[in-house]
């Protein structure tokens, strides 16, 4: 019943700028935590960026500084911008919530997938 829509993947040269959003639809009670994850090389999900309830926001240290990740609670969003992407950027990007929907207890929930290409 609850789907994650991600959005504003594409192409861009190094050092260029994207917006990823993604919204969750469907009969949501509440959010905790929402994330970026991307797919590396071994096909394993690291994490890229994480935004609590509380607005709280942890980043990997390979986009620290370059990347802001943010949410609308109002519209069930969460945002990740990019700058100054680099080559190594490119990657599937993956939207996670922690959410509540029709259950007493949270789960996650993903996305998915957004591919964002970086070319130098």
């Known amino acids: 019943q609850v789907q994650l829509v991600e959005s504003g993947g594409g192409l861009v040269q190094a050092g260029g700028s994207l917006r990823l959003s993604c919204a969750a639809s469907?009969?949501?009670?509440?959010?905790?935590?929402m994330g970026w994850y991307r797919q590396t090389l071994t096909k394993q999900r690291e994490l890229v960026a994480t935004i609590t309830a509380e607005n709280s926001s942890n980043y990997a240290d390979s986009v620290k500084g370059r990347f802001t990740i943010s949410r609308d609670n109002a519209k069930n969003t969460v945002y990740l911008q990019m700058n100054s992407l680099k080559p190594e950027d490119t990657s599937v990007y993956y939207c996670?919530?922690?959410?509540?929907?029709?259950?007493?207890?949270?789960?996650?929930?993903w996305g998915q997938g957004t591919q964002v290409a970086v070319s130098s």
């Open positions: 469907g009969s949501i009670f509440s959010i905790n935590s």
């Open positions: 996670k919530m922690n959410l509540k929907a029709r259950s007493w207890r949270f789960d996650n929930y």
